[in-house]
């Protein structure tokens, strides 16, 4: 019997033609990302300046500035995930670690899914209707915020089990059999091991919340003012402390407006502002990320 | 088998044990006895039901889905299960040691400080005084001395299995259960932790679960053996080895049962 040779390569053009797809397609991606973020950075660096950054568009002046929007981004940020960090990581730990896998779990679960597919806008209208009106709470920070919350809550649950269950069982077996109570090993080992995760999923929760603006509008509004301060401590902390109450618009929201405004020059210029900040926190999730590899692994 | 006058002797023993898993009967009728300061190793086929009596020694079956126990398991003639028993109290005097080592995320010194930390102890003097006695008494200070403040993460397997018997010895307990201690390590680790199980008899009354019949004779003085739930024989390893009272033994210690 002969052997055929070895030296008898058939061309295949399916396999060529699948992997020039493949590639296309990832270039593609690429392509549309340096696109953009050159394009938007083209158009706006042109149009910041000190002044843009540090003051408030004036109508009558015919003057841009975001400072106004910077801090209450600044604002909403905080004060979301003040309410929506340990509500969503509490929620994953019960979940995780005491729930079992019973009905309660799968139901949360089923929930959670649901929310976070859910268009922002009707968060916006649900928080509209329940913290402005019925709560009374108006357009404020603070029901932009609660309402952000309700959106944001998801994100950071999944993500916090997510990194809850890649925590390695051994931890937990072995802390337990030193005599550990479960919320000990939860505090010194679980949540440790845990953090890098939950940090992803913080980090993903401030993405959402800058570039919202649907579920804001409704909610916080669109004020631009700057807080007023006197200089005396106590007096600017309960002027700062007021400003929750106060309607307030985020960049994102802005952005929105400068656009329907038809102000283009400035939309670019906050819109370059915007994604600036979200590159940085990535930076800073990143270099935090292998920090922390470096210090265990050694 | 055991009688209720004898139950005096034993460290631990446990009485008519029934274990299930949601309808899975796990343990069928066990009763064995635990004797002090000497080391009693588990055999039997995988999957007969020893890891879960193992387990039963120091309530760590209490976390896993659907678990029932009827019988009473006694710790110096305290019933373990009573509703009055303090779960912490008694891992403190039972101690446990798994099969995959697995150290903390953390330096070798708070690793082997973890335990003695739960029970109450700041005191950095008396932690230091512990940590180098538990690191003595699972023959691995020499080794790790210089390094007490670097992460355990970067420990052999047979350094770390050690580590992790000394995060037990750190508590001080009175009972050590081992869980296949050495059948994640290649052999040259495995003889020095079995050569630590056969000092550490001299302070500590050890029980151990093995799958190696040389392992089970070289370190043990009694052996029970158990059998799709059932306790088949117990007694002193030498006597069961040699002249096995039931025909099943023999036919597993030479190799018949998986």
Redesign the interface.
């Known amino acids: 019997m002969t052997e055929e040779s070895l030296y008898s390569r058939r061309k295949r053009p399916f396999e060529t033609a699948a992997a020039a797809a493949v590639y296309l397609a990832s270039a593609l991606s690429a392509v549309i990302f340096i696109g953009i973020t050159g394009y938007v950075f083209i158009k706006g660096t042109g149009a910041i300046s000190w002044k843009f950054l540090t003051s408030v568009s004036d109508p009558l002046k015919r003057t841009d500035g975001i400072a106004g929007n910077i801090i209450n981004t600044v604002y909403i940020v905080g004060l979301t995930l003040a309410a929506a960090v340990p509500a969503g990581v509490g929620a994953a730990v019960y979940l995780n670690e005491y729930a079992?896998?019973g009905r309660a779990a799968a139901l949360v679960n089923f929930a959670a899914e649901t929310l976070s597919g859910l268009p922002s806008v009707i968060f916006g209208l649900f928080g509209m209707v329940f913290f402005g009106e019925t709560l009374g709470l108006g357009y404020s920070l603070l029901s932009g915020a609660l309402t952000l919350t309700f959106m944001v809550l998801p994100l950071i649950m999944s993500n916090t089990r997510e990194a809850l269950r890649s925590v390695?069982e051994?931890?937990r077996?072995?802390?337990?059999?030193?005599?550990?109570?479960r919320w000990?090993m939860i505090r010194?080992?679980v949540l440790?091991?845990a953090m890098p995760g939950i940090l992803g999923g913080v980090v993903l929760a401030v993405g959402r919340i800058v570039g919202e603006s649907a579920a804001l509008l409704f909610t916080a509004g669109s004020s631009r003012f700057l807080p007023r301060l006197s200089g005396d401590l106590m007096a600017d902390l309960g002027e700062l402390g007021k400003k929750v109450m106060g309607s307030g618009g985020t960049l994102a929201v802005e952005l929105y407006l400068q656009i329907q405004n038809g102000n283009y020059r400035a939309a670019f210029a906050t819109a370059c502002v915007l994604m600036a900040a979200l590159m940085c926190l990535n930076l800073v999730f990143r270099a935090f990320g292998r920090m922390k590899k470096m210090l265990?692994?050694? | 088998m055991i009688g209720r006058g004898a139950m005096a002797e034993y460290k631990m023993a446990a009485e008519n044990l029934e274990l299930y898993y949601g309808n899975r009967h796990v343990l069928n009728n066990i009763s064995v006895g635990i004797r002090e300061k000497a080391v009693t190793a588990l055999i039997g086929p995988s999957g007969c039901g020893k890891s879960s009596f193992l387990r039963c020694l120091n309530r760590m079956n209490d976390m896993a889905e659907g678990v029932s126990i009827q019988g009473r398991i006694l710790l110096d003639g305290e019933d373990i299960y009573d509703a009055r028993t303090d779960v912490t109290k008694l891992r403190r005097r039972v101690g446990m040691v798994f099969q995959q080592p697995v150290p903390f995320p953390m330096s070798v010194y708070d690793n082997v400080a973890y335990g003695p930390r739960i029970h109450g102890i700041r005191n950095r003097q008396r932690l230091d005084r512990i940590v180098e006695e538990a690191l003595t008494g699972a023959a691995i200070w020499d080794e790790v001395k210089d390094r007490l403040g670097k992460s355990a993460l970067g420990l052999s397997g047979g350094q770390k299995q050690r580590l992790c018997i000394a995060r037990a010895l750190a508590v001080e307990p009175e009972v050590i259960l081992m869980d296949e201690p050495t059948s994640a390590l290649d052999p040259a680790a495995s003889f020095k932790v079995e050569e630590l199980v056969r000092s550490l008899k001299q302070r500590y009354t050890v029980v151990i679960v093995t799958h190696n019949m040389r392992q089970a004779a070289r370190i043990s003085d009694y052996a029970v053996f158990f059998l799709a739930g059932e306790v088949v024989e117990q007694g002193v390893t030498d006597s069961i080895f040699t002249y096995p009272a039931d025909r099943r033994t023999g036919d597993y210690i030479r190799g018949r049962y998986g």
Request: net charge positive.
């Open positions: 079992g896998c390695p051994g931890y077996y072995g802390a337990l059999g030193l005599g550990a109570s000990r010194t080992l440790p091991a265990t692994a050694g």
